[in-house]
C-alpha cells in the first residue's frame, strides 16, 4: 500500500470557525479489482491541539458513476460540511470514500467484488487510520446510493448504525438494457434492493431525492414500502451536484445522530 498524504481543510459558519479536519489520501492494490490501484480518501475532525480526539466513528461514502473516491471531498465540499457540523455541536465522525468503478458496488461477472473490498480491505486500512470501524455508518449517492441500500441490506458491515442515501439508482424491475447495472436477471435478483427492504426495518435509514430527477419515481416507489421509520424526502433539484450539495448538510447532521 502507498504510503498517505495527509493535508489540512477547515470551514468557517457564521458563529465562529469550525474545527480543523485533516484529509489523508492513499491508494491500495485490491484482489478484488486488481486491474488498477484503488485510491482512497479520510476526513478526520482533529481536536484543538490538533491531534485527533479520540476513535472516532466513521461514515462509508459510495460514489457514483463517472467518480471516484474524491468526488465527495472536490465536488461536495464534505469536509467543510463536516467541519460546520461539529461547530453546530453536532457529533464528530470521520467520513471515508474509497474507489469503486463502474461497479456497482456488487459482485460482478467479470470476477471484481468491490463490496467484499469495502468489508475486508477498506474497512481494516480504515481501522490502521484510528476511526472505530465498530461503529460505522453507510451513504452514497446514484450508483452508490444504490450501494449503500445494498450493503445495509446484505448486513455485511458489522456494527452499521445507520444508511443514507441521496438519489439512489434503484429498479423494481431487471431491463437487459442495463447490463452496466447487472450482468444478468439472475444479478439483478441476487441484489435486489426492494426485495431487500425488510432488511431495513429496524436501521436508521434516510432517503433523499430531487423532484427533477428521472429517477424520482421509482425512488418514490422503493420508500413507498419501505418498513420502519425514515428520514429524508422529495425537495426541488435534479440529479446533480448543486442537489446534493444542498442536502448533505443534513444528510450529515443524520449520520452524527446515529453514529453519537
Known amino acids: 500500500m502507498a504510503a498517505a498524504s495527509v493535508a489540512g481543510c477547515t470551514g468557517a459558519t457564521s458563529s465562529g470557525h469550525a474545527p480543523p479536519v485533516a484529509m489523508r489520501t492513499g491508494n491500495f492494490t485490491s484482489r478484488f479489482r486488481p486491474q488498477e490501484p484503488t485510491g482512497w480518501s479520510i476526513a478526520v475532525p482533529e481536536s484543538a491541539g490538533g491531534a485527533s480526539p479520540g476513535p472516532l466513528p466513521v461514515a462509508l461514502f459510495l460514489h457514483g458513476t463517472d467518480a471516484d473516491h474524491r468526488m465527495v471531498f472536490e465536488d461536495l465540499d464534505a469536509a467543510q460540511v463536516l467541519a460546520q457540523h461539529i461547530s453546530r455541536g453536532g457529533t464528530p465522525f470521520a467520513i471515508a470514500a474509497v474507489d469503486g468503478g463502474e461497479t456497482w458496488w456488487h459482485r460482478r461477472a467479470s ?45 455485511r458491515l458489522p456494527g452499521l448504525r445507520a444508511v443514507a442515501a441521496m438519489s439512489p439508482a434503484v429498479w423494481s424491475q431487471y431491463d437487459a438494457g442495463r447490463s452496466d447495472n447487472f450482468d444478468s436477471a439472475a444479478d439483478f435478483a441476487a441484489n435486489d434492493v426492494f426485495a431487500l427492504r425488510p432488511e431495513l426495518e429496524s436501521l436508521p435509514k434516510r432517503i433523499d431525492c430531487g423532484t427533477a430527477d428521472n429517477l424520482l419515481f421509482s425512488v418514490q416507489d422503493y420508500v413507498k414500502d419501505l418498513p420502519g421509520e425514515h428520514e429524508g424526502g422529495f425537495h426541488p433539484g435534479g440529479h446533480d451536484g448543486g442537489y446534493w450539495r444542498s442536502i448533505l448538510p443534513d444528510v450529515v447532521g443524520f449520520l452524527g445522530r446515529t453514529l453519537a
Open 111 to 155: 470476477g471484481t467484488d468491490t463490496q467484499s473490498m469495502l468489508v475486508d480491505e477498506f474497512l481494516p486500512l480504515l481501522a490502521g487510520q484510528g476511526v472505530d470501524t465498530g461503529r460505522v455508518a453507510v451513504f452514497g449517492l446514484s450508483m452508490g446510493g444504490f450501494g449503500a441500500l445494498l450493503l445495509a441490506a446484505q448486513h
